[in-house]
């Protein structure tokens, strides 16, 4: 493919899908590729009016975004990693991923809500917004006093929801809200550290899924790959795959390699959100067999 060619691009049509996508434009227009966008309605953007236990990796966001790129109606998918399953549909690998945004996640409380002297800043009892059953079991491991809601919609919505007062705080990830420049504040922001309240695997990162065979395309986003953070998505992602099912367990992962090249993981894990928290953290010189340990490690 020479770059002539118009590359087509799978996206969601959500405010922060679109950022993703158009983020991406930018990237391949500086490396002198054109392309062109193609909005493409996802299962998960459907159905807003079931909670489901846990959408990241479970292919509510991706399914018809990858169905497109197998039949080639499209020349690349660009997926929040998160929500990409970790076993990918026969033909279709993920050739590049980008820079990782600060893969925390924040709590963002109403000021009315607030109580600092109280662990992480919420008043006793308060009402705590999230779907995902890994925010719902780290949430009760700090604070089994509050309770739970789930809430939908982009997030934008879930904010708007919050400032009417239908819930005292929401989790969100700390990527969706920087990269839409959302003005928060109305609210107080705890920012979480992500060795205590551990994130999704892969979290704040973009993947770029290709066609197996497409050799043109997949060379030209080599040049926009991110090695050194596809080093630590992977221990994270093959934490994920090898809980086998994982998907609908609560579980964060995440890992973090130092100056000196050691790696270092965290990992939160519960077999449903309202059974006890299971912690563990390792620490190594190499990422082989890293995933494996971790994965052992929680099982103990």
């Not at 169905?67 to 990918?88: C, E, F, W, Y």
């Not at 002297?117 to 308060?126: D, G, I, R």
């Not at 086998?244 to 995440?254: A, N, R, S």
């Amino acid at each position: 493919m020479g770059t002539n060619k118009i590359l087509r691009i799978g996206t969601r049509g959500s405010e922060l899908a679109l950022w993703q996508a158009h983020f991406l434009q930018k990237q391949l227009q500086e490396i002198g590729v054109a392309s062109e966008l193609k909005i493409i309605k996802t299962k998960g953007d459907d159905i807003q009016h079931l909670s489901f236990d846990k959408i990241e990796g479970k292919g509510f966001f991706t399914k018809e975004i990858e169905d497109q790129l197998l039949r080639g109606d499209i020349d690349v998918a660009v997926h929040s990693m998160k929500d990409l399953p970790t076993n990918a549909p026969e033909g279709l690998v993920v050739t590049a991923v980008s820079y990782r945004e600060d893969p925390v996640d924040w709590l963002i409380v109403r000021k009315e809500a607030v109580e600092m002297k109280e662990m992480l800043k919420m008043k006793p009892n308060a009402i705590v917004g999230t779907s995902s059953a890994r925010r719902k079991s780290q949430m009760l491991y700090f604070r089994p006093d509050v309770e739970l809601k789930d809430i939908r919609g982009n997030v934008p919505t879930r904010l708007k929801k919050l400032e009417e007062g239908q819930f005292d705080a929401i989790l969100l990830a700390a990527a969706g809200i920087t990269r839409l420049n959302l003005n928060l504040e109305h609210f107080f922001v705890l920012k979480f550290d992500p060795r205590e309240f551990i994130p999704a695997p892969a979290q704040g990162v973009l993947a770029y899924q290709t066609n197996e065979t497409d050799l043109d395309t997949r060379r030209i986003f080599k040049q926009l790959h991110h090695a050194e953070v596809a080093q630590v998505t992977n221990v994270e992602r093959k934490v994920l795959n090898l809980m086998e099912g994982g998907c609908h367990m609560p579980l964060g992962v995440y890992c973090k390699q130092d100056t000196m090249g050691n790696y270092h993981v965290w990992a939160a894990k519960a077999d449903t959100w309202d059974s006890p928290l299971k912690r563990v953290q390792l620490s190594t010189s190499t990422a082989y067999h890293l995933a494996e340990s971790v994965v052992e490690a929680l099982k103990a």
